[in-house]
């Protein structure tokens, strides 16, 4: 079997034991996952968007560590990460209490809401699939194979749900090497947690890293607090630190993040028109350009509505 031959995600092996599987465009994937081979059982960092996705992770997992997988890690609640945890159904699958309850409380529905509009997504990749033939642009191409594998997963797709959650550290130990949950709460999400292997300087970061790749801010995101959870890990011992999304990064990544939400955040305090904001050089060939107007717009909108509320108190 040649474990780098799906479509889904490339998998690389950061050291003996520790392997990534960086996300491909188009895939069914989206996010950025992983496994880890602690010696006497295996543990499975996030479950990608699909499980067809997590179908062929799971199957490199044991092929490479030649055991069922004990474990499965949910980094936090968005369905990039959690809509493959079916096909673990054997493992223990854990993540923070927050995320567990976030899971449970906002998925069941937005998953629904996509299986009673089936009809609609089909439409839309037929209406995409026009404009393809017409203009032949690469971006709208991967945009219908990644609906599509949404299409695919949609009629089996069962939300399950962790069965072990913690609240702010959980340790498993192996014959090899520990794996360290953590979490400093909100960040990109409500809670981010990240698995920290101590002995080999390696770390799982979720989607409190994004390398080369815009970050995406949400209503629910805490900004101060992602930097200062970046800004602690910077002090740690780490060699490799692996995204949520992009590729592999380092301690350099985190600085790089920091200093983007800083940027917007600047920029959204500024007088001047988002459509006249051209993205900073450090980030203009970064992956993902439109999140840059997005969260551009979304920090404007705070900045207005704290000032309106100033002006009413």
């Not at 465009?25 to 602690?38: K, M, R, S, T, Y």
């Not at 995101?221 to 949520?244: F, K, R, Y």
């Not at 350099?252 to 983007?260: A, E, F, G, L, V």
């Amino acid at each position: 079997m040649n474990l780098t031959e799906n479509k889904h995600f490339e998998l690389h092996k950061v050291k003996e034991g520790i392997y990534t599987a960086i996300a491909k465009d188009g895939g069914g994937a989206v996010g950025n996952a992983g496994f880890i081979d602690l010696g006497d059982k295996t543990i499975v960092f996030d479950t990608f968007n699909t499980q067809q996705a997590a179908l062929e992770l799971k199957k490199c997992a044991e092929e490479v560590t030649n055991r069922p997988v004990s474990w499965v890690v949910n980094s936090h609640y968005h369905g990039d990460h959690i809509r493959g945890n079916q096909v673990f159904d054997s493992s223990i699958l854990i993540s923070s209490e927050v995320t567990y309850k976030k899971t449970r409380d906002i998925q069941p529905q937005r998953i629904n809401v996509q299986k009673q509009d089936i009809a609609g997504l089909e439409n839309y990749i037929q209406t995409l699939q026009s404009e393809y033939n017409e203009t032949k642009a690469r971006k709208t191409l991967t945009q219908i194979h990644f609906l599509q594998e949404i299409l695919v997963s949609l009629p089996t797709l069962t939300l399950t749900l962790p069965s072990c959650t913690f609240l702010e550290a959980f340790t498993i130990h192996g014959t090899e090497r520990t794996a360290q949950l953590f979490t400093r709460g909100a960040g990109h999400s409500p809670c981010d947690t990240f698995l920290y292997l101590p002995e080999d300087e390696v770390i799982f970061m979720g989607d409190l890293l994004f390398v080369q790749t815009n970050p995406s801010f949400f209503d629910e995101s805490d900004l101060d607090n992602w930097m200062h959870t970046l800004q602690e890990l910077s002090t740690w011992n780490i060699q490799t630190a692996v995204p949520g999304h992009g590729p592999l990064g380092s301690k350099s990544d985190y600085y790089q993040i920091i200093q983007y939400i800083k940027d917007v955040k600047r920029l959204a305090e500024s007088e001047e028109d988002v459509d006249d904001i051209k993205i900073p050089s450090p980030y203009k060939d970064w992956a993902l350009k439109e999140l840059f107007v997005t969260n551009l717009k979304q920090l404007k909108q705070l900045v207005k509505n704290k000032m309106e509320t100033t002006l009413h108190d």
